[in-house]
């Protein structure tokens, strides 16, 4: 069996000769052709050479199915110049969403210049392939290629599209976030759990992007003003009155100590014994010393 067989059965359409080949245990379901292409890319660029409601694109869409069934499909190998995967090979969301299906295939797969399909997705503007991959929860929108796919420039349909998927991951992440403080599962999308009408409000929050603050009159304006200068004053008038009682304590503290303290000399304290109360008394001469003074001495 020649190995373009099965690859000229894929291009003709031939859903029942497609079948009988991939029924051939001889028939290699990961083999290159002369263009370097494996028939599960071959069958994705023919699905995708027809226009929708074209009879040949049913047939090739289900020739795309047959050969994704085959269990020894490397669903992920690259093939041709470009290294690309049948992922990328893809252009239009049906195709994509058929490989998406596959237990196997790697979304961010990425191709010789180490971007994925999303890069590609968003470069050229495929609104329809973008939101297939976007809302494919296993799609990484952080890998590079010298930048990330939602770097890249957009246009405005597309950017619209990546605003609602960044906006419904937040809400997503939120909504686990809340689920896991009030004990429920946190791979659950409902809040079963909490009290009746918190769930509607926490849905009703999540979903308004921009919450509008709550309008205040200008008396409420003027009435909160007049509030905030009493309140500054009356702190004012209390922290006045607390330094100057502060003041008064210091100044009774200074006239009830002695401000010059020396050591006590011996007549600091005389007049104080009860036996001297008149002041300080002189002492007078014995009798004898005074009779001697007055009287004179005969001498023999």
Known sequence: MQSSTIFDAIEACLVDRVKQL???PNTDINQKSSRGDTPLVRAVLTADEFEDGDDYR??????????LKHPKLDVNMKSGYHQSAALHNANSEE?????LAHPKINVNITDRDHGTRLHEAIKYSEYDVTKA?????RTDV???????ALEQYMSPKIRKLVDDYTENKKNKRMVAEVATMSGTNTQSRSLPQLPPGVSSKIRQFLTTTTPKP?????????YQERIAREKEAAEQKQQADKDYRAREAMLLGNDN???NITTPSSTDFIGNNPRNLGGRKTRRNPISARYSRSVKVRSW
Do not use: C, Q
């Open 142 to 148: 952080t890998i590079r290629d010298g930048h990330t």
């Open 133 to 137: 991959l976007l809302e494919d929860p």
């Open 95 to 99: 195709t994509v969403k058929l490989l």
């Open 58 to 67: 049913k047939e090739a869409l289900e020739i795309v199915k047959e050969v």
């Open 214 to 222: 709550p309008k205040i009159s200008e008396e409420t304006m003027r």
């Open 257 to 259: 100590f002695p401000t």
């Open 22 to 24: 991939l029924a051939d």
